[in-house]
Every structure is written in C-alpha cells, then in structure tokens.
C-alpha cells in the first residue's frame, strides 16, 4: 500500500457568500435605500437631448434649437433597480415596503405628500409597481450579474413599472372621469421617453451594485 493511499482524501470547501446576510449591518444597509428612494423623488436630473420638432412639417423653417430638447428625469425607478441589485430580491422587497408604508402612514415622503389619500393619485401606480418589478428583476439576478441577464431583468423590471403604472393611472382617470387628451398626455410624459433614460441609468447603477456588492460582503 502506497503513502498517498494511507494518508486520507482531504475535501477542500470553498466558501462565498452569495447574498446579504440578516444582521445589524444588513438592517442599516436597508433603512439606508429605503431613505435612498426618498432622496431620488425629489432630485431631477436635466437631460439635453436631439429630437424631431413638433412642427417638422409644418413648412416653417426650422432652427437647430428646435431639435434640442431638455427632459427632466426624476431616477427614482433606477434607484429601485440598483437596490434590487444590491440588496438581492428579500432585502429590496423590504427596503421598498419600508419606503411605501412610510409614505402611508408615517411621513409624506412621495413626490405629492403622503397619506392613505396617495391610493387617489395618477402616478401611486408607479409606486405600487416596485414590489412585483424588484420581485422579478431580483428574481432574474440570482443567476448572474452577466451583461445579457441584467439588460434583460432591468427591461422586464422598468416595463413592469410603467405598464402597472398606465393601467392604474387609467383606473384612476376613468374613476375621476379624465377625457382622452389628458390620460394620453399625462402617459407621454410619464412613460414616453422616460422609459429609455429609465432603462439606460438603471443598467448603469446596476453595473456600480455588482462592484459595490463585492466590497460591502467583505465586511458584512
């Protein structure tokens, strides 16, 4: 019988931590994105972009002003995707309940007040929506933080906001009697061109959770 025979099979196990464990840190680490949502309400970034004028054919010359366009951005649905990238599935669901039931019941931390009045308001459907979006979008994460998976979870997440969001809103303008213009200017403003700054500022703080996550499970 040979040395190596004799000596026995040592089973090397490597560890990771694959997600946030439940702890003092991982609790401070939620209320903070939760307080995170609060702050992107009430910020509004200002986006020059190009455009197609509104009287393009309308056979009045044109200046090159006319096809500069200025959009306001509140980022508040990317804020939603980098928490669901950070926190995991479990964590963001709480952190974005904290921030919603706050808003009902504690403090008015929505864009518009607060209050169990809020369920009246067009765009509360956007909000609601960030329970089933962080559900899926965390859902499809845990397979990988690979470029295709997180285009394709921010993609099913931020169409998961605005679709709920236009159906509520449309609940809402039907209860209240809207007419046509409003409910089709109010969803162009709300999830026009929003939708592709939305898709394109969530793929960036998602690729900065990824990193962020590497750091902060060294010393949690």
Same mark, same amino acid.
């Given at each position: 019988? $040979?040395?190596?025979?004799?000596?026995?099979?040592?089973? *090397?196990?490597?560890?990771?931590?694959?997600?946030?464990?439940?702890?003092?840190?991982?609790?401070?680490?939620?209320?903070?994105?939760?307080?995170?949502?609060?702050?992107?309400?009430?910020?509004?970034?200002?986006?020059?972009?190009?455009?197609?004028?509104?009287k393009?054919?309308?056979?009045?010359?044109?200046?090159?002003?006319?096809?500069?366009?200025?959009?306001?951005?509140?980022?508040?649905?990317p804020?939603?995707?980098?928490? *669901?990238?950070?926190?995991?599935?479990?964590?963001?669901?709480?952190?974005?309940?904290?921030?919603?039931?706050?808003?009902?019941?504690?403090?008015?931390?929505?864009?518009?007040?607060?209050?169990?009045?809020?369920?009246?308001?067009?765009?509360f459907?956007?909000?609601?929506?960030?329970?089933?979006?962080?559900?899926?979008?965390g859902?499809?994460?845990?397979?990988?933080? *690979?470029?295709?998976?997180?285009?394709?979870?921010?993609?099913?997440?931020?169409?998961?906001?605005?679709?709920?969001?236009?159906?509520?809103?449309?609940?809402?303008?039907?209860?209240?009697?809207?007419?046509?213009?409003? $409910?089709?200017?109010?969803?162009?403003?709300?999830?026009?061109?929003?939708?592709?700054?939305?898709?394109?500022?969530?793929? /960036?703080?998602? /690729?900065?959770?990824?990193?962020?996550?590497?750091?902060?499970?060294?010393?949690?």
């Open positions: 019988m $040979t040395e190596e025979a004799v000596q026995p099979k040592v089973k *090397t196990v490597h560890t990771s931590r694959s997600g946030l464990k439940f702890s003092i840190s991982s609790i401070i680490l939620i209320i903070f994105c939760s307080f995170l949502l609060v702050v992107s309400t009430f910020i509004q970034l200002n986006i020059t972009h190009l455009g197609l004028p509104a393009l054919f309308s056979g009045n010359s044109l200046k090159i002003q006319d096809y500069i366009h200025n959009f306001n951005l509140i980022p508040q649905v804020a939603v995707m980098f928490i *669901t990238a950070l926190l995991g599935r479990k964590f963001g669901l709480t952190s974005v309940l904290i921030y919603i039931l706050t808003g009902l019941f504690i403090m008015p931390v929505f864009a518009l007040g607060g209050g169990l009045g809020y369920f009246g308001e067009y765009g459907g956007y909000i609601l929506a960030y329970i089933p979006a962080v559900f899926l979008t859902t499809m994460l845990k397979n990988g933080f *690979t470029y295709k998976n997180i285009l394709k979870a921010i993609l099913v997440g931020i169409l998961t906001i605005h679709i709920f969001g236009i159906i509520y809103m449309l609940i809402i303008a039907g209860i209240k009697h809207e007419g046509f213009m409003f $409910t089709t200017g109010w969803i162009v403003a709300q999830s026009g061109i929003k939708i592709i700054y939305d898709f394109i500022f969530s793929f /960036l703080l998602v /690729l900065v959770a990824k990193y962020a996550r590497l750091i902060l499970w060294l010393y949690m």
